[in-house]
């Protein structure tokens, strides 16, 4: 069963404009981290945000933010203002038990962003 | 402040050749985690290692694929006889001891494998 699921193959959003990235995920251990990483044309994994499933608070980061809605399962990153250099690829990714655990990620299959002018 | 260091960035090979792909982890990082990625794909996990120690191997073929973290020097992923199938990008990813306090992953740039 997937663990991560990104139902948005992918999206469009104006220059300036906030955008969405959905993430939905499953697990029943009560410890868990969710992480977003961005990969740009060039390849590379870039962390973004990281929420804990203890943090009473979204994670926020620059103009990225989580919403993190447990009951749902849900971990939606939002990129406020965007930019041109946001087009790219981006993978939710999530670690069960706790994070000394030396436990894995689990990535989503991925949402690509174009950012237009 | 290096990174994780991964090489060969690029990998050609023929059918029926080896391919070893060779990962650094960051400084004062003792967990390193392999990662291959197909083209259109998110990450699958391979397999995670501590010094001298496979850890998980659950995400590795059971046949080619091996993966050691040797004592000193970098960790090694192995690839004996490859097929096409194989072509992907595989990512390194190191933590550090005993996995920092998110169990954010590192990741190196990544070795890009085409088979012929």
């Known amino acids: 069963a997937q663990k991560i699921t990104q139902t948005q193959p992918g999206m469009f959003v104006q220059e300036k404009e906030a955008v969405t990235l959905d993430c939905t995920y499953d697990t029943s251990d009560p410890s868990y981290g969710l992480f977003w990483y961005k990969q740009p044309s060039s390849g590379e994994m870039i962390f973004l945000i990281y929420q804990g499933s203890y943090d009473q608070q979204n994670a926020t980061e620059g103009r990225y933010s989580l919403n993190f809605q447990k009951a749902r399962k849900s971990a939606n990153l939002v990129i406020s203002a965007s930019q041109l250099g946001d087009s790219a690829m981006y993978f939710c990714a999530m670690r069960e038990g706790p994070g000394n655990s030396g436990y894995a990620l689990n990535f989503g299959k991925g949402t690509s962003l174009l950012v237009t002018p | 402040n290096a990174g994780v260091m991964q090489n060969p960035r690029h990998l050609v090979r023929r059918r029926g050749q080896e391919a070893r792909l060779r990962c650094s982890p960051m400084k004062g990082h003792s967990h390193v985690y392999w990662y291959r990625q197909l083209p259109e794909e998110g990450l699958k996990f391979m397999v995670y290692?501590?010094?001298?120690?496979?850890?998980?191997e659950s995400g590795m073929p059971k046949e080619r694929f091996s993966a050691e973290f040797p004592k000193e020097g970098p960790s090694i992923l192995r690839i004996q006889q490859v097929v096409r199938g194989d072509s992907a990008a595989y990512f390194c990813?190191?933590?550090?001891?005993?996995?920092?306090?998110?169990?954010?992953?590192?990741f190196g740039e990544g070795s890009r494998l085409t088979v012929l």
């Open positions: 290692l501590q010094k001298e120690n496979i850890i998980d």
């Open positions: 990813a190191s933590s550090p001891q005993p996995g920092g306090n998110t169990g954010e992953l590192f």
